[in-house]
């Protein structure tokens, strides 16, 4: 499938942080960042190295797993919000249920993508964060 | 083992498959085990812990792994044994964090810890009070095994207790 490459403020091309414990995930996400036309600033195995690595790179867009050894995804988010407050970070992760999404967008992330990663899902959520969209919180059981 | 807990890990595993591997995984066979269990392929074990605690383990032939590893990574030639391992990793936590997900969205809370590769030859033990159930798929790529070996804490907290007053 063929993509039109992202873009963002004026940039040629949109710089991602990609954040995930398995190389094996990083390389298919960078993988598929490099077919948005996308350029990888840079890669983290763990929250703490992504915290480090976000000072040092100042990517257009983080993909944060969750579990993940020493920090997780959701810890992490919070320190780089807290640090950055304009990060848009997209968490990816096999676990997608309603408590984790949404302690993930209450400390600042923007969406939420659950793996198996379809590319073209991945593209549209990436268009919409760059645009400064935010996914809206899913309903609590206490909600109508 | 209540099938509740057993569900959403084979709906994950089907769904999973079907995704990434592009084809359909059938139950084959089913066994409970008390006993080690020695992996057959290449194999990763997952944590649960709250709730609902114990471990799931997804095993795959060697040569099912090796073509998982070549269908995601679309690269050309044999991958390395490297890539294989780390490809059963990532569909682990892909079929745990998706059953997981189901299990939370039922109203149970737990955690999942990120996944290892299960080396061992001579077989894991298992816990003395829990069995684990062995299913075995069939795919057109080779056979996948999931060992799934949870338990409830709170119903496991109750027996304790229950053992206290009859043997004090």
Do not use: W
């Not at chain 1, 944060?64 to 950055?84: C, F, L, N, S, Y």
């Not at chain 1, 400390?107 to 549209?124: D, I, M, N, S, W």
């Not at chain 2, 269908?71 to 990532?90: F, I, K, Y």
């Amino acid at each position: 499938m063929e993509f039109k490459p992202l873009t963002c403020e004026d940039k040629p091309k949109v710089r991602f942080l990609v954040v995930d414990d398995s190389v094996f995930a990083r390389k298919n996400l960078c993988k598929m960042v490099q077919a948005f036309g996308g350029e990888i600033a840079g890669e983290a195995g763990d929250g703490v190295a992504a915290i480090a690595e976000y000072d040092s790179t100042h990517p257009d867009i983080v993909l944060m797993d969750i579990t993940m050894p020493k920090m997780e995804g959701i810890e992490a988010v919070e320190h780089i919000v807290r640090d950055h407050p304009d990060a848009r970070i997209v968490m990816v992760s096999s676990v997608g249920y309603q408590d984790n999404i949404l302690s993930a967008l209450q400390k600042g992330a923007r969406h939420f993508v659950q793996k198996p990663v379809k590319p073209e899902a991945l593209y549209e959520i990436i268009r919409y964060v760059l645009n400064d969209k935010v996914a809206e919180a899913p309903a609590t059981a206490g909600e109508a | 083992m209540k099938m509740e807990l057993i569900q959403p890990f084979i709906n994950s595993l089907d769904a999973v498959i079907a995704e990434t591997m592009g084809c359909s995984a059938e139950i084959a066979d089913v066994t409970m085990e008390e006993g080690n269990y020695k992996r057959t392929g290449i194999a990763a074990l997952v944590g649960i812990s709250g709730e609902i605690e114990g471990r799931v383990i997804l095993d795959m032939e060697t040569a099912a792994a090796q073509q998982a590893a070549a269908d995601l990574s679309g690269a050309a030639g044999n991958p390395t044994d490297e890539t294989a391992r780390e490809t059963v990793c990532e569909l682990t936590n892909m079929v745990i964090g998706n059953a997981v997900t189901q299990l939370n969205d039922h109203g149970f809370k737990f955690r999942v810890h990120p996944p290892e590769i299960y080396a061992l030859d001579g077989g894991l033990q298992g816990a003395p009070d829990t069995e684990a159930v062995v299913l075995r798929f069939e795919t057109p790529k080779g056979a996948v095994y999931l060992n799934i070996a949870v338990r409830y804490r709170q119903r496991r907290a109750g027996e304790r207790a229950a053992t206290r007053v009859l043997c004090p």
